[in-house]
Structure formats: structure tokens, C-alpha cells
């Protein structure tokens, strides 16, 4: 499978129809961003080991994630768990001249993450090493966030980073089963809609598993 093949499942499938979610895959190739024993399995639709306890996400996972973050031009973004650095740079794409921080507790995978930014010549992604699961307060308030690793909860830090109008997408459950949550934050009012069961690993740190 390639990622022309992935797009027109999803869009025969009515799971992606916006179509700058699909040129911001097309310009960002989940090749780059696997491990070389893993390049010919990049466009597979599942989850890819990339080391340390990690993996880069299944491609309709991401793409269901990104539709429903609702991203738009000129956003500033908070991604907790960069990974490879995938999903930051797609993200970087659909809200550029908007700017994407993204964190990452494991020190190996930030250098490798923006290696992989980098390569692609992306200047509105920054990587930060640190703790994702207390957000990051320093460049906070963000009109999204997006939690790649399963948490146990919805945390207030979290909450209290998101701009009113702002929108965060979460796994959350338990270590074996979790649901996608869209938090939106309207006159400090807080909305939770539930998008179907996923499955993620674990969220490290202080407020994490």
C-alpha cells in the first residue's frame, strides 16, 4: 500500500474528506520517519515500532486525530509526545504561518525527531525534551493540543493551557483500552465528546502511567 491508496480508502470511507489533512500527508511522507528496517512497511496502516518503547502512529489513526483537532491556519499548537516527529510536521503544514511545540520525554527520539523536521526544511515545529503530561506553561495558552500517548486522565494543567474556543484531543482509559476524547473549551466551560475506542501507548511522566 502506498499513501495514494490510504487517501482513497479514506475518502471512499467518508473518514477524511478535508482536503488540506490530505495534501498535508501527501507532502509529508511517513517513510522519513520510520526506522530503515521498517521503510517498506511505512504505508501500512498500522503502528510501526520506533525504539525505546515507542511507536509512530497508524496512518488513519493520525488522520482521524488531525480531523478531529480541527487544526486552521496560524493556530499555536501543543503535540505531547513527538515520537519521530510525524504528526508535529503534518500539523506544521496545515497551520503554518501558525507554529507546533511539541514535547518528548525520551532525550533519543527529540534528536531524531529534529533530524526528521529538519530534512523536510519545516521552521515552525519546535522539540522540546521534557514532561508532556504537565503540558508546557512557558509558551502556553495554545489553541490545541493533541496527546499522542494513552493518559489516565484528563489533566487540569492541560485545560488550563487551552485557550478559550481551544480544542485538545486525548486518549484516555487504562493501560489496555482507551477512548479519543475532544475536549472544547467554550466561556471556560469545558465540552467532552467521545470519538470511539483507540488503543496507545502508555503516556510517561509525572501525570502519565
Not at 487517501?7 to 490530505?22: H, T
Request: aromatic share 8%; proline share 6%.
Amino acid at each position: 500500500m502506498d499513501i495514494k491508496e490510504l487517501i482513497s480508502y479514506w475518502k471512499k470511507n467518508g473518514i477524511i474528506r478535508d482536503e488540506k489533512i490530505i495534501q498535508a500527508f501527501l507532502s509529508t511522507p511517513r517513510h522519513l520517519f520510520v526506522p530503515d528496517e521498517y521503510k517498506e512497511e511505512a504505508y501500512n496502516d498500522y503502528p510501526l515500532p520506533i525504539g525505546h518503547g515507542q511507536t509512530i502512529s497508524q496512518p488513519t489513526t493520525v488522520a482521524i486525530m488531525t480531523q478531529a483537532l480541527m487544526p486552521v491556519k496560524g493556530n499555536k499548537v501543543l503535540e505531547i509526545g513527538t515520537g519521530s516527529g510525524w504528526q508535529a510536521a503534518i500539523l506544521a503544514r496545515i497551520v503554518d504561518p501558525g507554529i507546533v511545540y511539541s514535547v518528548e520525554i525520551v532525550p533519543e527520539l527529540v534528536e531524531r525527531a529534529r533530524k526528521n523536521i529538519a530534512r523536510l526544511g519545516l521552521k515552525n515545529v519546535c522539540i522540546i525534551h521534557g514532561d508532556g503530561s504537565k503540558g508546557l506553561r512557558e509558551y502556553a495558552p495554545f489553541d490545541r493540543i493533541i496527546v499522542t500517548a494513552a493518559s489516565p486522565r484528563i489533566n487540569d494543567e492541560w485545560i488550563k493551557q487551552l485557550k478559550n474556543n481551544g480544542i485538545l484531543i486525548a486518549p484516555v482509559g487504562n493501560l489496555w483500552s482507551q477512548k479519543m476524547l475532544r475536549v472544547t473549551k467554550k466561556n471556560n466551560k469545558i465540552f467532552i465528546e467521545d470519538l470511539g475506542g483507540f488503543l496507545f501507548v502508555p503516556l510517561r511522566g509525572e501525570k502519565g502511567f
